[in-house]
């Protein structure tokens, strides 16, 4: 078994935090996977899994053994004349899954085009983007179990998907490794494009032409115009997710701010974050080597050499200062490590 001792993690991580990994090994299939957890279970050693690296914050060393996810595949497995079953190995990239259903004609995650990381952590935060989420398309997914080794499949039920949320950010929480990931895609899709200036960059650009691949073009030259790319600087896309607040709340703040974004939603009223954030002057704060990104405040970014540790204390006193002046308490999106 090829494990490395005292891996640099910098490469695997979008926000280019440089931290080691006591030990770290990558799996290229389920039998590979399954050798690495009945190692980790009988040397008693912790794991921890790693996608895409785009949705941690690494704080400190880690002293575990992480498990890179390198399963690969895709297979349509069932298909009717209106839609097909596409089940995708976990490692796969999550943008190339898009591009191939694209290429394949089949519709539903078009909106979700240019999202960093693998496939099998889209369930773990139900990823959404442009009035599309995961859970919209989503059959089942297969998993094992890091203790028993027991293969198990979740359905959309199982999974409990909420607003970037799921089982297992819940009672599933680190205790499986996803291992395939079946979507279905329709051969007749249904177009959504009313959300943000989606249909503007199709009349723009396309002559309003609606296609699948003019959709995930003009998500991606949006996502492009406002999102720091990761390789130039570090980041792992939104710090903190939407706050979901109650109706009277919103409607107390917007007495006091009038001008305030919100969207109902069946929980509650959704406040956006990067507006919370921008009110209280974090827009563009820059603290040494990291800061708020100048576009996007709801992006906090590593301009080169970072420690996670200064970056979640910011993250830290964003949240402090807008639950002094919102009442609002904003959540982590991105996992601390
Ligand atoms: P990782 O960061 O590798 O892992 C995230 C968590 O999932 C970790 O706790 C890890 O242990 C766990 N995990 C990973 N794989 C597995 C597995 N196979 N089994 C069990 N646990 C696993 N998110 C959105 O929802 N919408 C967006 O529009 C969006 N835009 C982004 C834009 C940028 C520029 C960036 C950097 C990030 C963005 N994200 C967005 C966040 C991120 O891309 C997604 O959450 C993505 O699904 C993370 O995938 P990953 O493979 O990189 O996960
Ligand atoms: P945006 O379009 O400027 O919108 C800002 C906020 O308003 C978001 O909270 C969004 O909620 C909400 N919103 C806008 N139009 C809406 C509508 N028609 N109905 C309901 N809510 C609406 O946001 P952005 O920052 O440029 O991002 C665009 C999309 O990409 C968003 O969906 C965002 O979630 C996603 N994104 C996610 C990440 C991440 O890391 N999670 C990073 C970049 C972009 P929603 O967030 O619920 O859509």
């Given at each position: 078994m090829n494990i490395q001792f005292n891996k640099s993690l910098r490469e695997l991580n979008t926000f280019g935090i440089e931290v080691k990994a006591s030990e770290f090994i990558a799996a290229h299939n389920d039998t590979e996977l399954i050798e690495i957890l009945n190692f980790a279970?009988?040397?008693?050693?912790?794991?921890?899994v790693i996608g895409g690296g785009s949705n941690i914050l690494l704080t400190?060393?880690?002293e575990c053994l992480i498990i890179l996810n390198r399963l690969k595949g895709i297979n349509i497995v069932a298909e009717t004349a209106d839609h097909a079953d596409v089940q995708f190995k976990s490692g796969e990239n999550w943008h190339q899954c898009v591009l191939f259903c694209i290429e394949k004609n089949l519709g539903g995650i078009e909106n979700l085009s240019l999202i960093p990381g693998s496939i099998g952590a889209a369930p773990i935060q139900n990823i959404g983007a442009y009035g599309v989420e995961l859970k919209d398309v989503f059959v089942q997914l297969e998993a094992v179990h890091t203790q028993t080794l027991q293969s198990r499949v979740f359905n959309l039920h199982d999974c409990a998907f909420g607003y970037r949320?799921?089982?297992f950010k819940h009672a599933a929480h680190q205790h499986y490794f996803i291992t395939s990931v079946t979507l279905r895609l329709q051969k007749k899709p249904v177009f959504n494009i009313e959300y943000g200036d989606?249909?503007?960059v199709l009349q723009e650009d396309y002559q309003n032409e609606i296609t699948l691949k003019n959709i995930s073009d003009a998500v991606i030259k949006i996502r492009t115009s406002k999102l720091p790319d990761p390789k130039v600087i570090g980041n792992a896309g939104s710090f903190f997710k939407n706050p979901v607040v109650e109706i009277e709340l919103a409607a107390t703040l917007k007495l006091s701010y009038p001008?305030?974004?919100?969207?109902?939603?069946?929980?509650?009223?959704?406040?956006?974050?990067?507006?919370?954030?921008?009110?209280?002057?974090?827009?563009g704060h820059v603290a040494g080597n990291y800061g708020v990104h100048s576009k996007q405040p709801l992006v906090l970014v590593n301009y080169g050499g970072a420690k996670g540790s200064d970056i979640l204390q910011l993250s830290d006193s964003i949240i402090t200062s807008v639950q002094q002046r919102f009442n609002i308490t904003l959540e982590r999106e991105v996992n601390i490590w």
């Amino acid at each position: 078994m090829n494990i490395q001792f005292n891996k640099s993690l910098r490469e695997l991580n979008t926000f280019g935090i440089e931290v080691k990994a006591s030990e770290f090994i990558a799996a290229h299939n389920d039998t590979e996977l399954i050798e690495i957890l009945n190692f980790a279970n009988n040397n008693n050693k912790k794991i921890k899994v790693i996608g895409g690296g785009s949705n941690i914050l690494l704080t400190k060393e880690v002293e575990c053994l992480i498990i890179l996810n390198r399963l690969k595949g895709i297979n349509i497995v069932a298909e009717t004349a209106d839609h097909a079953d596409v089940q995708f190995k976990s490692g796969e990239n999550w943008h190339q899954c898009v591009l191939f259903c694209i290429e394949k004609n089949l519709g539903g995650i078009e909106n979700l085009s240019l999202i960093p990381g693998s496939i099998g952590a889209a369930p773990i935060q139900n990823i959404g983007a442009y009035g599309v989420e995961l859970k919209d398309v989503f059959v089942q997914l297969e998993a094992v179990h890091t203790q028993t080794l027991q293969s198990r499949v979740f359905n959309l039920h199982d999974c409990a998907f909420g607003y970037r949320d799921s089982v297992f950010k819940h009672a599933a929480h680190q205790h499986y490794f996803i291992t395939s990931v079946t979507l279905r895609l329709q051969k007749k899709p249904v177009f959504n494009i009313e959300y943000g200036d989606i249909k503007k960059v199709l009349q723009e650009d396309y002559q309003n032409e609606i296609t699948l691949k003019n959709i995930s073009d003009a998500v991606i030259k949006i996502r492009t115009s406002k999102l720091p790319d990761p390789k130039v600087i570090g980041n792992a896309g939104s710090f903190f997710k939407n706050p979901v607040v109650e109706i009277e709340l919103a409607a107390t703040l917007k007495l006091s701010y009038p001008h305030m974004p919100s969207f109902d939603t069946e929980t509650g009223v959704k406040i956006p974050a990067a507006w919370l954030i921008e009110q209280c002057n974090w827009k563009g704060h820059v603290a040494g080597n990291y800061g708020v990104h100048s576009k996007q405040p709801l992006v906090l970014v590593n301009y080169g050499g970072a420690k996670g540790s200064d970056i979640l204390q910011l993250s830290d006193s964003i949240i402090t200062s807008v639950q002094q002046r919102f009442n609002i308490t904003l959540e982590r999106e991105v996992n601390i490590w």
